[in-house]
């Protein structure tokens, strides 16, 4: 009797190809040298800084005094302006223009759900060549200073704030860390800045970014009548 035919061998099960769709939601950032024309955005930051430190009693910028002072020399020579720009669609190459002393950071991240943005009207770009969504989501101010201890210069943080949507997705860091790549690019000694004591979740930031907060040491200041006092000071 003839043996029964093997039974056909089984067919390989379809092997599956990876998604090419990203997981998540792109959100495209670009730092760029803030110019003349962000003023009214850099003035509406301040104020919402000056609310989130409760100092907004003590907050009297004008859109006026900010254009008046803070583009008066070239940038990284006295008071330079970071601003950071998002937008749901990536920047176009020819948007990426820079002047010698600065290249504008573009960088891509994935969130897990979008970010409702309730201010978007109020916060589109002043960059006429961006696209419609773009948005400032928040800045940095800088200027030099000098150490002697080192004998050379560095920068001093002014200001440094994200708008509360786009807090706690390292915008904050990236901000930080382009003034901190400036710094070393022009071969200074470091970077620093004040922290208010009450603000733990802002300590704990900067301590895991490698900085040292400086227990030992106060701020002093001079303002007001206690500055005005000097104008004509007693023999």
């Known amino acids: ?31 760029r040298l803030a110019t003349a024309s962000d003023v009214p955005h850099i003035h509406k930051l301040i104020h919402q800084l000056a609310n989130f430190k409760h100092l907004a009693h003590h907050c009297s910028a004008t859109e006026a005094s900010l254009s008046s002072t803070l583009f008066t020399s070239p940038p990284f020579q006295s008071f330079t302006v970071f601003i950071l720009e998002l937008s749901q669609t990536p920047f176009p190459p020819q948007l990426h223009t820079h002047s010698a002393l600065f290249s504008p950071i573009t960088q891509t991240i994935t969130l897990d759900l979008p970010i409702d943005d309730p201010e978007t009207e109020t916060f589109k770009s002043n960059d006429k060549d961006c696209g419609f969504d773009v948005v400032v989501g928040g800045f940095v101010l800088f200027f030099p200073n000098y150490s002697t201890f080192l004998g050379k210069p560095g920068f001093y943080v002014e200001d440094l704030f994200v708008r509360e949507c786009y807090r706690r997705k390292g915008f904050g860091k990236m901000l930080l860390s382009a003034v901190a790549a400036q710094a070393v690019k022009m071969g200074y000694g470091r970077v620093e800045w004040a922290v208010l004591d009450w603000n733990v979740n802002a300590i704990k930031f900067y301590e895991e970014m490698g900085a040292k907060v400086l227990q030992e040491w106060r701020i002093c200041r001079l303002t007001d009548e206690a500055l005005q006092a000097y104008a004509n000071p007693a023999i």
């Open 1 to 31: 009797m003839a043996a029964a035919a093997p039974p056909p061998a089984p067919t390989p099960a379809a092997t599956a190809l990876p998604d090419p769709t990203p997981i998540g939601y792109p959100l495209f950032t670009r730092i």
